[in-house]
């Protein structure tokens, strides 16, 4: 990974502002992705009979998903300055979602681009900005590992 020092406590103070509050903005996260991209509602079974962002949002399920999704990520943050961790991390993920749980790859862009949007809304420009390549990443290691699974 060619993250440079700046780059990393930039990220890190970007993503710091997202994950104080976790729990509501993975939630957050997670209804837009159901309510934008519905076809990514099918892969979660517990999640199908809910039908409003009103009915998600007070979902104890989607809340807990959307925290465990922003924790996952906060856990690559916190090792982008080490490449053997922050894999240690994205390529048993990248494995399970693809051999265990079958989930199309596309929907890490979907999320990582909604996470980018909340952001910019929340935080600003530059706070998106200095993420963007921490997404790309998150991606890219990903596609990376379902390759590797055989996608």
Not at 81 to 93: E, H, K, Q, R, Y
Not at 116 to 126: A, I, N
Request: net charge negative.
């Amino acid at each position: 990974m060619a993250f440079s020092e700046a780059e990393v406590q930039r990220a890190r103070g970007a993503w710091e502002k997202m994950y104080a509050n976790a729990e509501d903005n993975g939630t957050t996260v997670l209804v837009r992705m159901f309510t934008e991209h519905p076809d990514t509602k099918s892969y979660f079974t517990h999640f199908k009979g809910m039908g409003t962002a009103e009915e998600m949002e007070q979902s104890d399920q989607v809340r807990n998903h959307g925290k465990r999704v922003l924790t996952t990520i906060n856990d690559l943050v916190q090792h982008l300055d080490s490449t053997d961790a922050f894999l240690g991390i994205v390529n048993p993920l990248g494995k399970k979602h693809a051999m265990q749980l079958k989930i199309d790859p596309k929907n890490f862009k979907i999320i990582c681009d909604i996470i980018l949007q909340l952001m910019e809304e929340k935080y600003g420009g530059d706070c998106k900005a200095s993420f963007e390549k921490v997404t790309n990443e998150i991606c890219t290691r990903l596609n990376n590992a379902y390759k590797e699974a055989g996608w």
